[in-house]
């Protein structure tokens, strides 16, 4: 396995509590590893420390040939990612524009998104004449729009309804199969992380460690039809005993 992500007894404490103790993983490079554990456990808080956002207290972490410019990251609150006085195609543009990528370049890429994913919305409204799922789907955009060899998801989907969620991981798997990045995503629903991952790291109550690797050998791309499959449910059998353990329930 080649690592793109390598992270050695991190430590992460908040009000004299212990978050992460010890905690060490690899994450392999060109796969879609889920984090998935119980509430509290630091999954969002793993994301922020690797992507430089919150400090560590102690251990390393290394990310293999890491470029700023091609790494993006989707938050939870996406919403408030988005840019209100931005038209929506000068949202996504932004991080082009940082990059002083010409404005054929950006129109090049946007369109390149927009014909993968298959859906239309008018770029010169704003951000917030767009519905919920339609701005998620901006967001999106915006952090696949430099082509990113890392990408960090954090838990992207839990404000949708049932039907947008399910596009989005589509648009997701689509993306990932077209240009095969590492990315790492949290979520808490065990559906979610089934369907998306190549691997499920499952994590233990606080103080924080890996409780299990699960491997997923359904092949991509996953569709409705996967969610009904056998071999999808022996998987998320496992992830659910695994994290009967961490919760002792």
Same mark, same amino acid.
């Given at each position: 396995? %080649?690592?793109?992500?390598?992270?050695?007894?991190?430590?992460?404490?908040?009000?004299?509590?212990?978050?992460?103790?010890?905690?060490?993983?690899?994450?392999?490079?060109?796969?879609?590893?889920?984090?998935?554990?119980?509430?509290?456990?630091?999954?969002?808080?793993?994301?922020?420390?690797?992507?430089?956002?919150?400090?560590?207290?102690?251990?390393?972490?290394?990310?293999?040939?890491?470029?700023?410019?091609?790494?993006?990251?989707?938050?939870?609150?996406?919403?408030?990612?988005?840019?209100?006085?931005?038209?929506?195609?000068?949202?996504?543009?932004?991080?082009?524009?940082? *990059?002083?990528?010409?404005?054929?370049? %950006?129109?090049?890429?946007?369109?390149?998104?927009?014909?993968?994913?298959?859906?239309?919305?008018?770029?010169?409204?704003?951000?917030?004449?767009?519905?919920?799922?339609?701005?998620?789907?901006?967001?999106?955009?915006?952090?696949?729009?430099?082509?990113?060899?890392?990408?960090?998801?954090?838990?992207?989907?839990?404000?949708?309804?049932?039907?947008?969620?399910?596009?989005?991981?589509?648009?997701?798997?689509?993306?990932?199969?077209?240009?095969? $990045?590492? %990315?790492?995503?949290?979520?808490?629903?065990?559906?979610?992380?089934?369907?998306?991952?190549?691997?499920? %790291?499952?994590?233990?109550?606080? $103080?924080? *460690?890996?409780?299990?690797?699960?491997?997923?050998?359904?092949?991509? $791309?996953?569709?409705?039809?996967?969610?009904?499959?056998?071999?999808?449910?022996?998987?998320?059998?496992?992830?659910?005993?695994?994290? *009967?353990?961490?919760?002792?329930?």
């Amino acid at each position: 396995m %080649i690592a793109a992500i390598s992270v050695n007894n991190l430590g992460k404490s908040y009000n004299q509590t212990e978050l992460l103790k010890d905690f060490n993983l690899d994450i392999e490079a060109g796969k879609i590893t889920v984090i998935f554990g119980p509430n509290g456990s630091g999954k969002s808080t793993l994301l922020n420390i690797l992507s430089g956002i919150v400090n560590k207290d102690a251990g390393s972490y290394h990310i293999k040939d890491f470029n700023h410019f091609q790494f993006s990251y989707i938050f939870q609150n996406y919403r408030e990612s988005l840019l209100p006085w931005r038209k929506n195609f000068d949202n996504v543009a932004l991080p082009l524009e940082i *990059q002083n990528k010409s404005r054929q370049e %950006i129109k090049q890429r946007v369109e390149e998104l927009q014909k993968l994913f298959d859906f239309k919305f008018n770029w010169e409204h704003y951000p917030y004449e767009l519905s919920g799922g339609q701005q998620q789907i901006l967001a999106f955009i915006r952090a696949l729009v430099t082509e990113p060899k890392i990408l960090f998801v954090d838990e992207p989907f839990s404000a949708l309804d049932y039907e947008n969620n399910l596009r989005l991981r589509e648009h997701l798997q689509k993306y990932y199969l077209a240009f095969k $990045p590492t %990315i790492l995503l949290v979520t808490h629903n065990i559906e979610e992380a089934v369907h998306l991952a190549d691997k499920i %790291i499952v994590l233990s109550k606080r $103080p924080t *460690q890996v409780l299990e690797i699960i491997d997923n050998p359904l092949p991509y $791309p996953r569709t409705l039809q996967s969610l009904k499959d056998e071999q999808f449910h022996q998987v998320k059998d496992k992830v659910l005993s695994a994290f *009967q353990k961490a919760t002792n329930l």
